[in-house]
């Protein structure tokens, strides 16, 4: 036999089929063969009673496939020893169905009716098929319809299953006013309906949710007035509550009178509201009703376009004449959750501005929200705050750096799953916000790029170009962040492609004329990275000023991040110190050395 004899078979058309030569897959035969096991007395050697009925199984097919009759069969309880088992609480159709699936794999549930399949659900669940438990579930889910929801909540609640219950909690909510007069929702365990009426998403009129309650207590026992509480009286005009409360006879009449004095005494901010939730998408826009209703130039606002805007047109704006001014005020279409706003000030130039956002539901009672009245901002903004119910929203522009207008370009309304950490309603981010994206500006110091020192750029840099600098002695390196936020740590990086170290001290201002120290190290020779951390505080300016160059009059700094991401950044920073000096080297192998320059423009952006 030749030594090619003894080689691997392979199959030169490989790529072309699913199996290579010499692998043999009989695996629809071998299915086919365990199938016909399935309540087969061929080689059966265990027997199974449900409901009243014997069913043929074999041990060790059960035990292979469950952890649960692995344990029963062989793990020395007396079911172990037994030749016939009683289950009895499993229905006899659904344990048909999971048994046919033990053997072959497959379970059709298209051609099951809906409480056979809620049935093997909680079997799957019972016996640990977790992961059959998770495919009926993501079913169900594309299944869900008024008819059945209601059954399939309460089952999910039952198993404990989260997810099936949060995707049930979103179906209702989207259709609430419907679930009320709907037949099976008198059928929803008291557990289920509490939970329900106690989210504030479950949106609908209050009246409708207490007419729902009173058919649902007609033929179910409310334990304790559980449901009813969860009703929200004051939520419902005096007028409902006196002819459609009051006659229903299920609320005492003390607690209807503590329901008309909190409607009538209360911030109307402060009662319990509901609202629709939608996440992740803006819900100020015209598709969800939404419009402006205050302001000048109100059609540019909601349009979502914030690309083609100037001195002209493209933004609403108000004037800003102190007190008392009206703003510009959004209002949604329907009472919504939301939680964020992204706005873009117009920032064709590098003006500041200052506002605050007030939220209402009927344009009585306000409640300020965002108040960043006392710090300069700029281009988009990015604000969290506490979930709130909010119909109508007002942006108040308190002050422009340019003239007595404020200016708006685009406005989004939504509500985010994920919330940065935030200290005093301003955001304490773990990210560099030091950023073109993030609408930081340079607006003070020389390059041949204004952003260059924010542009993340920590590799190409060299004697002409890739950093940003002022002369010693004269101005400073001024970066603006887009808003205030919570910063206790910044990173910098001084030019080193040379030996040169330099001297520096920086300060940070949330205003432009109060400033506060970050670091002093006018008396230290500082080369290349620098990572700077300091007590939390507000900041929106970071001024850097070089006091010393061991080369020249020009204090020079290639990158500025803050807070400082030099966790994450470590190994690309390594990597680009060692290329740097690869660089350098190279490039003082080609050509001449060219200092940079020793005398800093006043400009703020060098022509290349």
């Known amino acids: 036999m030749s030594s090619g004899s003894h080689q691997h078979l392979q199959n030169s058309n490989s790529k072309r089929s699913a199996s290579r030569l010499g692998d043999i897959e009989h695996l629809s035969l071998f299915s086919e063969h365990l199938s016909a096991l399935c309540l087969s007395p061929d080689y059966s050697d265990v027997v ?43 229905p006899l159709k659904a344990f048909k169905v999971l048994l046919k699936y033990i053997y072959t794999g497959h379970m059709f549930l298209s051609t099951l009716k809906e409480d056979v399949i809620l049935d093997t659900l909680g079997l799957a669940h019972q016996y640990g098929f977790q992961d059959l438990e998770t495919a009926i579930s993501d079913i169900l889910k594309q299944l869900l319809a008024l008819r059945n929801i209601c059954a399939v909540i309460d089952t999910a609640r039952l198993y404990g299953l989260e997810k099936l219950v949060k995707f049930c909690h979103n179906f209702l909510d989207r259709h609430a006013s419907k679930i009320l007069t709907h037949e099976t929702f008198l059928q929803l365990s008291q557990e289920s309906l509490v939970e329900l009426l106690q989210r504030d998403s479950f949106f609908a009129p209050e009246v409708e949710i207490f007419q729902g309650v009173c058919n649902w207590c007609k033929v179910n026992e409310d334990k304790d007035d559980l449901v009813m509480k969860c009703v929200r009286l004051p939520l419902m005009s005096v007028a409902d509550l006196l002819s459609v409360v009051r006659p229903a006879g299920l609320v005492k009449p003390d607690t209807l009178l503590d329901a008309i004095a909190e409607r009538t005494n209360v911030r109307l ?67 919504t959750i939301i939680n964020y706003i992204r706005m873009l000030l117009w920032d064709r130039d590098i003006r500041s501005y200052s506002y605050y956002i007030e939220i209402s539901m009927e344009q009585k009672d306000w409640v300020r929200v965002i108040d960043y009245s006392t710090y300069s901002c700029r281009s988009w ?9 909010v119909q109508y929203i007002r942006i108040v522009g308190t002050h422009n750096t340019v003239n007595k207008v404020f200016h708006l370009v685009s406005f989004e309304a939504m509500y985010k799953m994920e919330i940065p950490n935030m200290v005093n ?33 920590t590799r190409h840099y060299d004697w002409d170009s890739g950093y940003t600098c002022h002369q010693l002695g004269s101005g400073a390196i001024l970066i603006q962040l887009g808003q205030p936020y919570i910063i ?14 330099y001297s520096y001290y920086i300060e940070s201002s949330t205003n432009v004329w109060e400033w506060e120290m970050v670091v002093d190290n006018t008396r230290e020779n500082c080369k290349s990275w620098q990572v700077i ?5 507000p900041v929106v300016f970071i001024r850097i000023v070089g006091t010393h160059n061991t080369e020249n009059e020009v204090f020079h700094c290639v990158h500025f991040e ?25 490039l003082s192998d080609l050509r001449p050395v060219i200092q940079p320059p020793e005398t800093a423009t006043e400009a703020e952006e060098v022509p290349v």
């Open 48 to 90: 199974l009673i449900v409901e009243g009925e014997r069913l043929s199984a074999h041990k060790v097919i059960l035990a292979a496939r469950s952890d649960y009759f692995r344990a029963m069969l062989y793990g020395g309880l007396k079911e172990s020893s037994q030749a016939e088992i009683t289950l009895p609480d499993a």
């Open 269 to 335: 901010s402060s009662l319990p509201h509901r609202g629709q939730l939608i996440i992740d998408e803006n819900v100020a826009s015209p598709r969800f009703g939404s419009k402006v209703v205050s302001g000048e130039l109100m059609e540019y606002l909601l349009d979502g376009d914030y690309h083609t805007y100037d001195m002209e047109k493209g933004y609403t704006r108000h004037g800003i004449n102190g007190p008392g001014d009206q703003g510009i005020i959004v209002k949604l279409g329907t009472p």
């Open 381 to 389: 903004q990015y604000l969290y705050f506490e979930s709130r119910v």
């Open 425 to 457: 309603d301003i955001i304490c981010p773990n990210y560099n916000v030091a950023t073109v994206d993030k609408s930081a500006v340079v607006i003070e110091g020389v390059s041949r790029a204004r952003n260059a020192l924010l542009n993340g750029d």
């Open 488 to 501: 206790s740590s910044l990173r910098l990086l001084l030019w080193d492609c040379d030996e040169r170290s």
């Open 533 to 537: 951390k300091f007590p939390p505080r």
């Open 562 to 586: 803050c807070p400082s991401c030099e966790e994450n950044n470590q190994d690309s920073t390594t990597n680009a110190q060692l290329n740097r000096k690869r660089d350098s080297s190279v």
